[in-house]
Each structure stands twice: as C-alpha cells, then as structure tokens.
C-alpha cells in the first residue's frame, strides 16, 4: 500500500510538472544526458547492515524554464550494482542490484546570463530497488535530493553541465527485502536508510 501511495504521489507530481511546461512553452527547453559515480550505501535491517555497492550510473534530466532563472526539472538516474550482507569480516554477496532514481523539482540558477552559471536544485520523488533474483521483492521508497552544480555554455544550443547530488530515501517501520517463499526477509526499520551520492557530467542541449 505505501508503494502504491508513492507511486501515486510521484504520477501527480509528474503531471503537475507537464501542465507547469505547457504553459511555459516560450521558456527554454534543456535536455541532458549524463554519467558518473553514485556512492555505496548502508542499511540497517532486523538483524545487521545491508550494503549497496557503489558505481558508475547514468541517466539523464528534462528541463523547462519557467522565468527567473529557474527550472521545472525531472530526471531519471540508473546504477548496475550488487546487494551484500555485512556478516564479520567478510560479506556475503545476496544478488545484484538495480537502483533507479525517478525525481521531479526545481533548479535555480544563480547568474542566468553568465557563461558559467551556478545554480542549486532540489527533487522529490522514488527509487526503486530492483534485485535481479527472482527470490527477493522490489522495494519502492520516496526520496528528496539537493544538489548544486554549474552549467557551462560552449555555444547558444550546447553546454556543459558539472553536478554534485546528495540521494536520501525515505524509509518506513515495517518495510524490508523478502526472501524466498519461506516468509524469510530483511526487516529495515524507519526513518532516514541507504543515502547515497552522485557526481555526474552531463551534456546540455538547449531544445528551444
């Protein structure tokens, strides 16, 4: 129920977004592919630590101006990693891993008309875990991101663009990776688990 809640809130938001670039139409357009390194992660679970890998990811965002400025923005960011649990001194390697980032928020640009332009963004949206064993379940969270970074223009059409984003999910008590059919599983309680960190470069191509 919490996924679909999640899901729900994130198809809203989405479209909200949509309705915000249609009536901005006459705003600029910005669409950029990336890549980078995402950081491992760390979560606690009923009886231990669980731990993300770390990695190359990739992905990209969608931008539409809306004055200012500022920059209705959803992106999308994908990680090939590996799930492990911390047992001693050595860890025991569960399966590999897909961590997806869908987020929608707003970036601000500091000094709109300067060929190195600062800016700051902030997103909400979900991640979704998605192991490759057919044995353990998805899960969906919410998460909210903070980044900064600068865009720097090489032409009118094309850029670059250098950012450092900070991932937090958002857990609940109750929620965990199951296991098998048994019924056996990875408790995670509550609150803030598996935050994690991007540093990507991306090529800007101004649509409009």
Request: net charge neutral; with cysteine; glycine share 16%.
């Amino acid at each position: 129920m919490k996924n679909k809640r999640a899901n729900l809130l994130f198809v809203i938001l989405f479209t909200i977004l949509i309705v915000s670039g249609m009536k901005v139409s006459a705003q600029k357009v910005e669409l950029s592919p990336f890549a980078g390194y995402e950081t491992g992660a760390k979560i606690s679970y009923n009886a231990g630590t669980l731990h993300i890998g770390d990695g190359m990811d990739w992905g990209g965002s969608l931008d539409v101006g809306i004055g200012g400025g500022r920059f209705g923005e959803f992106s999308y960011s994908h990680l090939g990693t590996y799930l492990e649990k911390e047992s001693g001194i050595s860890n025991e390697r569960i399966c590999d891993l897909a961590v997806d980032y869908y987020s929608l928020g707003v970036l601000q640009e500091i000094k709109v008309d300067a060929g190195a332009t600062p800016y700051g963004l902030f997103t909400l949206g979900i991640v979704n875990y998605r192991p490759t064993s057919n044995d353990i379940s998805s899960e969906i969270k919410m998460h909210i991101s903070f980044a900064g970074g600068v865009k720097i223009k090489a032409t009118e059409r094309i850029g670059v663009r250098l950012q450092a984003r900070l991932l937090v999910p958002l857990y609940y008590a109750g929620t965990y990776f199951s296991v098998g059919t048994g019924g056996g599983g990875y408790g995670i309680s509550g609150g803030i688990q598996g935050v994690q960190g991007d540093f990507t470069a991306a090529l800007v191509i101004n649509l409009k």
